[in-house]
Nanobody
């Protein structure tokens, strides 16, 4: 059974940093794409970043480029999202997801498995 468990959320002031971690278990993820999505109150869930586990290639939404970095640790089976220079508009619940590497990684429907989410709040 696939499990994705996020951690690392919290409250931070604008300009600060947080590091989210997603612990993945239940299968080998070498052929998967791992993504981070977020959902703010009253808004749809949106793509943030992704990484193809096998080759380590990454992709980001424009608004987080240069501020967020996604990475994976093969030994620990974790996917992290380092978030720097945080802004109030980054406030949301952040979700980790796993899906087939053959799908379009920015689309929600590419992802078959989702974590429960972790809250990130950025105060101004």
């Amino acid at each position: 059974q696939v499990q994705l468990v996020e951690s690392g959320g919290g409250l931070v002031q604008a300009g600060g940093s947080l590091r989210l971690s997603c612990a993945a278990s239940g299968r080998t993820f070498s052929r998967y794409v791992m993504g981070w999505f977020r959902q703010a109150p009253g808004k749809e869930r949106e793509f943030v970043a992704c990484i193809r586990w096998s080759v380590g290639s990454t992709y980001y939404r424009d608004s987080v480029k240069g501020r967020f970095t996604i990475s994976r640790d093969n030994a620990k089976n974790t996917v992290d999202l380092q978030m720097n220079s945080l802004k109030p508009e980054d406030t949301a619940i952040y979700y980790c997801a796993a899906g087939s590497s053959g799908g379009i990684p920015t689309f929600r429907r590419t992802y078959d498995y989702w974590g429960q989410g972790t809250q990130v709040t950025v105060s101004s």
